[in-house]
């Protein structure tokens, strides 16, 4: 009895770049079973050690989470569909009614379309003049988003963000011209979005968010939209939205791959209940590692946006409760049930979360006290630096250089004389590679050292001893020996 699994972009690797795959089986267990004996590369990225599901990959029947269900235990039919969900990252108004703000003229006639929609209308947009909504990260999603906040007439929009503007930011990130690279983004963003809309009032808080910070930030908005591209901002954001009592308009992205939900609302789930865990470092590759369509925060950002201005409007029905899965690819959008978890540590009915914590420990960034140390910050004798490797390289040391990319990055920029086998093929093409006792040195290499530090620590379970992880991967080795090559 075949059942049709979704497979989500950054699985796919495993599954020979199948997007779905039919699987025989009677229950989730069965069908997990024999996807991951038909594709064994799948199974570390699904199951724990200790054989359990990973608690930051999900998997629904149809549109129900199995944890709500009879988890792995659960009964389908060939009429069902089971989709993997991995972590990547009704509202009420924002404002009571006698404090709203009168509209200019110049006003009713910017927002004219507005005002004739019954859904807005002339309450709806001094609703929309009276709030405040905060945009962690002027990225990819905080663009579009803050672009259409701006436009539609949000009276206060703000921005969180630290960097400065690069070249490669320009694919997606349509705040920015090319005569902004080198400028504050929050600076050229600002410059941006006045020009827009000179009468929406521009806040920017050039500072990473913290622990410390959080929440003295948060409680001078009424929405938050969430454009982290990092797991410990997106708990950060969560958990200060959770214990401020402000909505979470939430997005994702990742290659052709977005999701959206609204979390923290009252009674509502909140992003802990749908991945109670983060995934270890390096282990879900970010989008500087994987890519993104430039398009796709486009859709997801302006999703956001229009969920944040449903919320202040109390208009429609939010996606608080449901996520949206949408896949550029096929053009395919599915939107799943969530639910609240009575046992989360921070919404639900007994939290033990009860402040701010350290997030870049929580999600292993860093190390805790008493851990003995990061697994992807590896022993002095297996790093070598760009320089190191190239002055080996040139007096004619014995070296093997195994650069564990895809192929479309191998064609950007590469360290001459590499041998390329990309990390979803190494554990299948281990025979290609020297005598791990014979043979000469190995010096592993990704983009920036994640995933070589993986291939090192695969290589060293099959008795590779003489191996090295190239710190900064090809990228420090472009800056530093080969400027003459692009880099990404």
């Given at each position: 009895m075949a059942v049709k699994v979704f497979i989500p972009t950054p699985l796919r690797p495993f599954t020979d770049q199948k997007a779905v795959v039919e699987v025989d089986g009677a229950s989730v267990a069965e069908i997990l079973d024999g996807l991951t004996r038909r594709h064994g590369d799948l199974r570390r990225h699904l199951f724990g050690d200790d054989g359990r599901l990973r608690s930051f990959v999900n998997v629904y029947v149809n549109d129900r989470d199995i944890r709500y269900l009879q988890k792995t235990g659960t009964p389908v039919t060939t009429d069902d569909t089971v989709s993997i969900v991995p972590s990547v990252a009704g509202g009420a108004p924002a404002t009571a009614v006698d404090e709203l703000p009168a509209l200019s003229q110049d006003e009713v006639t910017r927002y004219s379309r507005h005002l004739i929609m019954p859904e807005v209308g002339v309450e709806g947009q001094r609703r929309l003049k009276a709030a405040r909504v905060l945009c962690v990260g002027a990225g990819g999603l905080g663009s579009?988003?803050?672009?259409?906040?701006?436009?539609?007439?949000?009276?206060?929009?703000?921005?969180?963000?630290?960097?400065?503007?690069?070249?490669?930011?320009?694919?997606?990130?349509?705040?920015y011209s090319t005569r902004d690279v080198g400028r504050p983004k929050l600076e050229a963003a600002a410059e941006r979005l006045g020009a827009m809309n000179p009468e929406v009032r521009i806040v920017t808080h050039d500072t990473p968010l913290t622990s410390a910070n959080a929440l003295d930030i948060f409680q001078d908005y009424d929405v938050i939209v969430d454009g982290a591209d990092n797991f410990p901002t997106r708990y950060l954001v969560n958990d200060a939205c959770v214990l401020a009592g402000t909505p979470n308009a939430y997005g994702s992205i990742f290659r052709f791959d977005g999701q959206a939900s609204v979390f923290a609302t009252k009674g509502g789930p909140c992003y802990r209940c749908l991945y109670p865990e983060p995934p270890p470092p390096g282990l879900v590759p970010s989008c500087a590692e994987g890519g993104v369509l430039g398009v796709l925060p486009g859709l997801i950002g302006t999703i956001q946006a229009t969920e944040a201005i449903k919320l202040?409007?109390?208009?429609?029905?939010?996606?608080?409760?449901?996520?949206?899965?949408?896949?550029?690819?096929?053009?395919?959008?599915?939107?799943?049930?969530?639910?609240?978890?009575?046992?989360?540590?921070?919404?639900?009915?007994q939290p033990t979360i009860h402040a701010l914590i350290d997030y870049e420990q929580f999600c292993g960034v860093v190390p805790a006290a008493s851990s003995s140390a990061d697994?992807?910050?590896?022993?002095?004798?297996?790093?070598?630096?760009?320089?190191?490797?190239?002055?080996?390289?040139?007096?004619?040391?014995?070296?093997?250089i195994l650069d564990v990319r895809e192929p479309r990055e191998f064609e950007i920029c590469r360290v001459p004389g590499s041998t390329l086998i990309p990390l979803g093929e190494l554990p299948k093409r281990l025979a290609e590679l020297p005598d791990p006792v014979t043979g000469p040195d190995i010096v592993v290499h990704c983009k920036a050292g994640v995933r070589s530090a993986k291939a090192l620590a695969l290589l060293r379970e099959h008795g590779y001893e003489r191996i090295r992880n190239l710190d900064g991967g090809v990228v420090d080795w472009v800056k530093q020996v080969d400027p003459s090559q692009s880099t990404y």
């Amino acid at each position: 009895m075949a059942v049709k699994v979704f497979i989500p972009t950054p699985l796919r690797p495993f599954t020979d770049q199948k997007a779905v795959v039919e699987v025989d089986g009677a229950s989730v267990a069965e069908i997990l079973d024999g996807l991951t004996r038909r594709h064994g590369d799948l199974r570390r990225h699904l199951f724990g050690d200790d054989g359990r599901l990973r608690s930051f990959v999900n998997v629904y029947v149809n549109d129900r989470d199995i944890r709500y269900l009879q988890k792995t235990g659960t009964p389908v039919t060939t009429d069902d569909t089971v989709s993997i969900v991995p972590s990547v990252a009704g509202g009420a108004p924002a404002t009571a009614v006698d404090e709203l703000p009168a509209l200019s003229q110049d006003e009713v006639t910017r927002y004219s379309r507005h005002l004739i929609m019954p859904e807005v209308g002339v309450e709806g947009q001094r609703r929309l003049k009276a709030a405040r909504v905060l945009c962690v990260g002027a990225g990819g999603l905080g663009s579009p988003a803050s672009l259409y906040l701006t436009a539609a007439g949000v009276g206060t929009v703000g921005l969180v963000d630290f960097d400065t503007v690069d070249v490669s930011n320009l694919q997606r990130q349509i705040l920015y011209s090319t005569r902004d690279v080198g400028r504050p983004k929050l600076e050229a963003a600002a410059e941006r979005l006045g020009a827009m809309n000179p009468e929406v009032r521009i806040v920017t808080h050039d500072t990473p968010l913290t622990s410390a910070n959080a929440l003295d930030i948060f409680q001078d908005y009424d929405v938050i939209v969430d454009g982290a591209d990092n797991f410990p901002t997106r708990y950060l954001v969560n958990d200060a939205c959770v214990l401020a009592g402000t909505p979470n308009a939430y997005g994702s992205i990742f290659r052709f791959d977005g999701q959206a939900s609204v979390f923290a609302t009252k009674g509502g789930p909140c992003y802990r209940c749908l991945y109670p865990e983060p995934p270890p470092p390096g282990l879900v590759p970010s989008c500087a590692e994987g890519g993104v369509l430039g398009v796709l925060p486009g859709l997801i950002g302006t999703i956001q946006a229009t969920e944040a201005i449903k919320l202040i409007l109390g208009a429609g029905e939010s996606l608080a409760g449901r996520l949206l899965l949408f896949d550029a690819l096929t053009m395919r959008v599915r939107t799943l049930q969530l639910q609240r978890d009575p046992g989360c540590p921070i919404c639900g009915d007994q939290p033990t979360i009860h402040a701010l914590i350290d997030y870049e420990q929580f999600c292993g960034v860093v190390p805790a006290a008493s851990s003995s140390a990061d697994p992807l910050k590896l022993p002095a004798e297996f790093r070598t630096t760009a320089k190191e490797l190239a002055s080996r390289v040139a007096r004619g040391d014995a070296v093997w250089i195994l650069d564990v990319r895809e192929p479309r990055e191998f064609e950007i920029c590469r360290v001459p004389g590499s041998t390329l086998i990309p990390l979803g093929e190494l554990p299948k093409r281990l025979a290609e590679l020297p005598d791990p006792v014979t043979g000469p040195d190995i010096v592993v290499h990704c983009k920036a050292g994640v995933r070589s530090a993986k291939a090192l620590a695969l290589l060293r379970e099959h008795g590779y001893e003489r191996i090295r992880n190239l710190d900064g991967g090809v990228v420090d080795w472009v800056k530093q020996v080969d400027p003459s090559q692009s880099t990404y």
